[in-house]
């Protein structure tokens, strides 16, 4: 299984983006999809997570603001981002659950600054 992420860049703050990830290769049956984030000189955190059947879990930090969603048919997850702040700068990876393992995909550079 790979994951390709795309979608980040640089954004001033109060800005948007929009991040993707799609899987590909030996796909079964995906269950759990999600996006984390590593800060330089942070340890990765769990950003949001959506399961097969739609439910969403977002962290304190990023509720209200950011929007996970998927499309199943396309194996590909999404992440909307808004109101973007400079601590939401990161490395932001995607992740998918898939037959009792984690698959992870290279990261993508979102850079929050004016």
């Known amino acids: 299984v790979q994951l390709q992420a795309s979608g980040g860049g640089l954004v001033r703050p109060g800005g948007s983006l929009r991040l993707s990830c799609a899987a590909s290769?030996?796909?079964?049956?995906?269950?759990?999809m999600a996006w984390h984030r590593q800060a330089p000189g942070k340890g990765r955190e769990l950003v949001a997570s959506?399961?097969?059947?739609?439910?969403?879990s977002y962290a304190d930090s990023v509720k209200g603001r950011f929007t996970i969603s998927r499309d199943n048919a396309k194996n590909t997850v999404y992440l909307r981002m808004a109101s973007l702040k400079s601590e939401d700068t990161s490395v932001y990876y995607c992740?998918?659950?898939?037959?009792?393992?984690?698959?992870w995909g290279k990261g993508t550079l979102v850079t929050v600054s004016s």
């Open positions: 290769g030996s796909i079964f049956s995906i269950d759990v």
């Open positions: 959506i399961t097969s059947g739609g439910i969403t």
């Open positions: 992740s998918e659950d898939q037959g009792g393992s984690r698959y």
